[in-house]
């Protein structure tokens, strides 16, 4: 199993970033993903999830209306669109593959997003 990251960087207060999550190594389509994002000092939380198909979603509340998570099962990948970012959302952010029945967690490598002027 393995989860790449690309997207993030550096952005200013007011705009967007798209992070994107390539899976290999299991069937995509049979997994809700999700994605986490963790803050200096902080502890890791849950920032948007995807059901298998798409045909659910849900968000922290903090994101809700600004963050937009979706999948392409065609290509393998999972993706989180981010605006009106602003210096809270600045975090080293996840992607998870949602497990099943006893089995483990599988991470991206996180990518970091920095909102500043």
């Known amino acids: 199993v393995q989860l790449v990251q690309s997207g993030g960087g550096l952005v200013q207060p007011g705009g967007s970033l798209r992070l994107s999550c390539a899976a290999s190594g299991f069937t995509f389509s049979r997994y809700g993903m999700s994605w986490y994002r963790q803050a200096p000092g902080k502890e890791r939380e849950l920032v948007a999830y995807?059901?298998?198909?798409?045909?659910?979603?849900d968000y922290a509340d903090s994101v809700k209306g600004r963050f937009t998570i979706s999948r392409d099962n065609a290509k393998n990948t999972v993706y989180l669109q981010m605006n009106s970012l602003n210096a809270d959302d600045t975090a080293v952010y996840y992607c998870?593959?949602?497990?099943?029945?006893?089995?483990?967690?599988?991470w991206g490598q996180g990518t970091q997003v920095t909102v500043s002027s």
């Open positions: 995807i059901s298998t198909f798409g045909g659910a979603t």
């Open positions: 998870k593959r949602v497990p099943g029945r006893r089995e483990a967690d599988y």
